[in-house]
């Protein structure tokens, strides 16, 4: 076999193309991070199974420009196994069967049907009109109109806390959860208006290590502010 093993960094690159093959196994380990990027697209195929696992952290899907399929020739599972299941749109959710439909919007709640509708319950009560609002989360910076990273220094000699875990919730309910980077900047957190933020620094086991406040308050359209630290306690 061939080994190539440095103490320090390995950078491979080519103007055309990198081919990686093995007939046996492939594996990629990295004591902190692994990231891909790629230009156009980005493509995953197995023939058997796909497993997706975090121990720890949230799993976080987004499509920033358009829509996302999830499609099974069998049984779709959606289960949350300790809290909730939270289905939200900015205009309509709707459950459809052959022949059947049930579809919330801003108009109502409407159950269209050719067949049988049945309601079984041990009480039917009628009440006035209540409409929640309903925070959709921001995930692009054109789409906010404040946004702010956060510096994760320790309080008491003002270093910088690089790869350090943290946890940032929001005063309406959302929560950004990740790693700092390099320089001990946090991911860009975003909103419509002014929010409270809760930073939390997390030990790797993901217990609870240090917490201070601080606001989301930076104009999207502002520029040279520095951002704020976020001060262990």
Same mark, same amino acid.
């Given at each position: 076999?061939? &080994?190539?093993?440095?103490?320090?960094?390995?950078?491979?690159?080519?103007?055309?193309? *990198?081919?990686? %093959?093995? +007939?046996?196994?492939? @594996?990629? @380990? @990295? !004591?902190?991070? *692994?990231?891909?990027?790629?230009? #156009? @697209?980005?493509?995953?195929?197995?023939? #058997?199974?796909?497993?997706?696992? %975090?121990? !720890?952290?949230?799993?976080? *899907?987004?499509?920033?420009?358009?829509?996302?399929?999830? +499609?099974?020739?069998?049984?779709?599972?959606? *289960?949350?196994?300790?809290?909730? +299941?939270?289905? %939200?749109?900015?205009?309509?959710?709707?459950?459809?069967?052959?022949?059947?439909?049930?579809?919330?919007?801003? /108009?109502?709640?409407?159950?269209?049907?050719? !067949?049988?509708?049945?309601?079984?319950?041990?009480?039917?009560?009628?009440?006035?009109?209540? &409409?929640?609002?309903?925070?959709?989360? =921001?995930?692009?910076?054109?789409?906010?109109?404040?946004?702010?990273?956060?510096?994760?220094?320790?309080? /008491?000699?003002?270093?910088?806390?690089?790869?350090?875990?943290?946890?940032? %919730?929001?005063?309406?309910?959302? =929560? +950004? /959860?990740?790693?700092?980077?390099?320089?001990?900047?946090?991911?860009?957190?975003?909103?419509?208006?002014?929010?409270?933020?809760?930073?939390?620094?997390?030990?790797?086991?993901?217990?609870?290590?240090?917490?201070?406040?601080?606001?989301?308050?930076?104009?999207?359209?502002?520029?040279?502010?520095?951002?704020?630290?976020?001060?262990?306690?």
């Amino acid at each position: 076999g061939t &080994a190539i093993t440095t103490a320090r960094s390995v950078h491979v690159a080519a103007d055309e193309h *990198i081919a990686l %093959t093995s +007939i046996g196994h492939m @594996a990629i @380990a @990295a !004591g902190r991070s *692994i990231y891909a990027s790629a230009r #156009k @697209a980005f493509s995953l195929f197995v023939k #058997k199974g796909l497993r997706l696992i %975090t121990g !720890g952290g949230k799993v976080e *899907i987004q499509a920033q420009q358009n829509g996302i399929e999830i +499609i099974a020739k069998q049984v779709l599972d959606l *289960i949350s196994t300790t809290d909730s +299941i939270r289905l %939200t749109a900015a205009k309509s959710i709707e459950l459809k069967v052959d022949g059947t439909a049930v579809r919330l919007g801003p /108009e109502g709640f409407q159950v269209l049907t050719g !067949g049988l509708c049945h309601l079984y319950a041990g009480d039917h009560q009628t009440f006035g009109p209540q &409409a929640p609002p309903v925070k959709m989360p =921001v995930a692009h910076i054109k789409d906010a109109k404040v946004a702010e990273h956060f510096v994760l220094v320790e309080r /008491e000699s003002g270093w910088v806390l690089p790869q350090q875990r943290y946890r940032i %919730t929001l005063d309406d309910g959302r =929560v +950004i /959860e990740g790693t700092s980077s390099s320089h001990g900047e946090t991911e860009l957190a975003m909103s419509e208006s002014l929010q409270i933020a809760t930073l939390e620094l997390l030990r790797q086991d993901g217990s609870l290590l240090a917490t201070s406040c601080a606001a989301i308050t930076k104009d999207v359209k502002s520029k040279g502010a520095n951002a704020p630290e976020g001060k262990a306690t």
